[in-house]
């Protein structure tokens, strides 16, 4: 069973505060891990991505990877209107042809506070 | 500048009429993907070809079929629209495979009537 868990949201933060935003996933053998946002009515765009346990930093964005929980999270620092978006959360599992591919969750949608 | 390009942003078909849906891209990437996406859900792969080699997901429904003429062009087919399969349509491509950033199109929102 192939599964991305996200909280839907709506995750409201204030101008300037921390967001997280969390995601678990269903296999222990997935190896890359990816963060997208995506505005209402576009395409995804890649954020960041992760493929050892830690935290990767980029920017204002960082992503933090624990394989052994099956937990993969993203912190916008110093959030942005413009941050304001649905973020989704990508997994690579092995899928039914015998290749990995990405399984994406359903999105944490965001709303930073002016 | 390289990019993945789709066309047409917006399609609209009626019921049970034939309609294709393009991508194209500038990256030389060898990997293609076709997802679709309906509101508030998380995208969806129907199928990828990774190079010449076509893979189809179980859960994609016959009527839905691709075509990769050459590395830069893919093609998705949908053979008998049904109301269920107006959704955006989203192409993106990798290099090598699910380890490696995909990058999408724009997208094409399919409307049927």
């Known amino acids: 069973q192939k599964e991305v868990e996200q909280n839907s949201g709506p995750l409201s933060v204030p101008e300037g505060a921390i967001a997280s935003l969390n995601c678990t996933y269903s296999?222990?053998?997935?190896?890359?891990f990816f963060w997208y946002r995506q505005y209402s009515g576009k395409s995804p765009e890649l954020i960041m991505f992760i493929y050892s346990n830690g935290d990767k930093e980029d920017g204002r964005f960082t992503a933090q990877l624990n394989k052994a929980s099956q937990y993969v999270s993203l912190l916008i620092r110093d959030s942005q209107p413009s941050d304001s978006a649905t973020y989704l959360c990508?997994?690579?599992?092995?899928?039914?042809?015998?290749?990995?591919?990405?399984?994406f969750g359903s999105g944490t949608r965001l709303q930073v506070q002016p | 500048d390289a990019m993945v390009i789709q066309n047409p942003r917006y399609q609209v078909t009626q019921f049970g009429k034939p309609v294709t849906l393009s991508c194209s891209q500038t990256?030389?990437?060898?990997?293609m993907y076709w997802y679709q996406q309906k509101s508030s859900q998380a995208p969806k792969l129907l199928f990828h070809y990774y190079d010449k080699d076509f893979n189809n997901e179980a859960d994609t429904p016959d009527n839905f079929q691709s075509r990769r003429p050459n590395t830069s062009f893919c093609f998705l087919d949908i053979r008998s629209p049904g109301l269920g399969d107006a959704a955006m349509y989203l192409c993106?491509?990798?290099?090598?495979?699910?380890?490696?950033?995909?990058?999408f199109g724009d997208g094409t929102r399919l409307s049927i009537l």
């Open positions: 990256l030389n990437h060898n990997v």
């Open positions: 993106a491509t990798s290099v090598g495979g699910s380890n490696q950033p995909q990058h």
């Open positions: 990508a997994v690579n599992f092995f899928m039914d042809t015998g290749r990995r591919a990405l399984t």
């Open positions: 296999d222990r053998g997935s190896q890359s």
